[in-house]
């Protein structure tokens, strides 16, 4: 079998045929590709919404489970995948119509172990009168993990929706989610690319992106935000791998500082409890002990500040974005 689609399903009712629907729209015979519909304890109709889908197309498999993160999910589907290569859409995106088949080609042709397409982002009005594009002919780049890790990797963008991965370079590399935790694809990204030999950077269009159904920061609490702290410490473990160049090391430390200044403003802006600000900072503390950034006086005097006095840094931090910038 060519290819494996895992879908996790949890309250998604509004979303989920519309997503479940295209991927049946991109001119693939059945019989050379799986959906796997991963029902992560969802709690409302989204299992009904796609019922008849269900029962429709003989290459459907469901897992049902209690609801344990998005992480798990994916990973039990990847357990049970029998396709060459894998592809992990969100439930609340969708794929453009006959966009898979040219990226399934490549990756069967080439066996690489990773193919990056491009997207676009959408409003529900836009997708709703979406018609369709016309792409241009796709343009194919060669390069290993190293090369596309310093050339295309965001660390604001680490969407795993956005790949084709080949099942045997996961399975051989042990590349799974960390179970339960928010903002999995961060680690998970930044360890594919770095483990991979043999990359394809695709400017051709995969998937549309539902942006604005929800805020990206209003729903943040006290245990989505010490899920960020382990997404960082997963991706700062990442600097002590073997063979990496004092470039990769030094983008590699980059990224986490991005999400760690994510992780600042989230916990000063989020946060209402001084004593669950710096109860967020000494977990962080633990799960990254030696963590530090050198990119800078800036940087130098923040791993200091954590290292030595975090209480007061994140109570300065809280006093300068309540006072200062008020």
């Given at each position: 079998?060519?290819?494996?689609?895992?879908?996790?399903?949890?309250?998604?009712?509004?979303?989920?045929?519309?997503?479940?629907?295209?991927?049946?729209?991109?001119?693939?015979?059945?019989?050379?590709?799986?959906?796997?519909?991963?029902?992560?304890?969802?709690?409302?109709?989204?299992?009904?919404?796609?019922?008849?889908?269900?029962?429709?197309?003989?290459?459907?498999?469901?897992?049902?489970?209690?609801?344990?993160?998005?992480?798990?999910?994916?990973?039990?589907?990847?357990?049970?995948?029998?396709?060459?290569?894998?592809?992990?859409?969100?439930?609340?995106?969708?794929?453009?119509?006959?966009?898979?088949?040219?990226?399934?080609?490549?990756?069967?042709?080439?066996?690489?172990?990773?193919?990056?397409?491009?997207?676009?982002?959408?409003?529900?009005?836009?997708?709703?009168?979406?018609?369709?594009?016309?792409?241009?002919?796709?343009?194919?780049?060669?390069?290993?993990?190293?090369?596309?890790?310093?050339?295309?990797?965001?660390?604001?963008?680490?969407?795993?929706?956005?790949?084709?991965?080949?099942?045997?370079?996961?399975?051989?590399?042990?590349?799974?989610?960390?179970?339960?935790?928010?903002?999995?694809?961060?680690?998970?990204?930044?360890?594919?690319?770095?483990?991979?030999?043999?990359?394809?950077?695709?400017?051709?269009?995969?998937?549309?992106?539902?942006?604005?159904?929800?805020?990206?920061?209003?729903?943040?609490?006290?245990?989505?935000?010490?899920?960020?702290?382990?997404?960082?410490?997963?991706?700062?473990?990442?600097?002590?791998?073997?063979?990496?160049?004092?470039?990769?090391?030094?983008?590699?430390?980059?990224?986490?500082?991005?999400?760690?200044?994510?992780?600042?403003?989230?916990?000063?802006?989020?946060?209402?409890?001084a004593s669950e600000r710096t109860d967020i900072i000494d977990f962080l503390k633990l799960q990254?002990?030696?963590?530090?950034?050198?990119?800078?006086?800036?940087?130098?005097?923040?791993?200091?500040?954590?290292?030595?006095?975090?209480?007061?840094?994140?109570?300065?931090?809280?006093?300068?974005?309540?006072?200062?910038?008020?």
């Amino acid at each position: 079998m060519d290819l494996s689609i895992i879908v996790p399903v949890y309250n998604v009712e509004k979303y989920i045929r519309p997503c479940i629907e295209s991927i049946f729209k991109q001119g693939l015979n059945e019989v050379d590709f799986e959906v796997i519909i991963v029902n992560d304890g969802t709690k409302d109709r989204s299992m009904e919404m796609i019922a008849d889908i269900i029962l429709q197309n003989n290459n459907i498999t469901i897992i049902n489970q209690k609801n344990q993160g998005l992480s798990v999910a994916r990973n039990n589907g990847i357990n049970i995948a029998k396709g060459e290569y894998i592809l992990m859409p969100d439930s609340d995106d969708l794929l453009i119509e006959n966009s898979l088949p040219i990226l399934l080609e490549k990756a069967l042709e080439t066996k690489a172990d990773l193919i990056v397409a491009d997207f676009m982002g959408m409003s529900d009005d836009e997708i709703n009168h979406f018609k369709g594009i016309t792409q241009q002919p796709p343009i194919f780049k060669e390069k290993n993990g190293e090369q596309l890790f310093m050339e295309d990797l965001n660390p604001n963008q680490c969407y795993v929706w956005r790949t084709l991965f080949r099942r045997d370079f996961l399975l051989s590399n042990k590349l799974t989610f960390v179970p339960g935790i928010y903002i999995q694809d961060m680690p998970f990204t930044h360890e594919c690319y770095l483990k991979a030999k043999k990359c394809i950077r695709a400017s051709w269009y995969l998937n549309i992106y539902r942006k604005g159904h929800e805020s990206a920061t209003s729903s943040f609490n006290n245990k989505k935000i010490k899920d960020i702290c382990i997404a960082i410490a997963k991706t700062w473990e990442l600097t002590h791998l073997e063979g990496l160049s004092p470039k990769v090391k030094d983008k590699l430390r980059e990224d986490v500082h991005t999400s760690f200044s994510m992780l600042i403003w989230l916990i000063v802006h989020k946060i209402e409890c001084a004593s669950e600000r710096t109860d967020i900072i000494d977990f962080l503390k633990l799960q990254a002990p030696d963590l530090h950034f050198t990119n800078g006086t800036k940087q130098i005097i923040t791993s200091f500040m954590i290292k030595y006095l975090p209480h007061s840094y994140i109570h300065c931090q809280y006093l300068y974005s309540r006072i200062v910038k008020k």
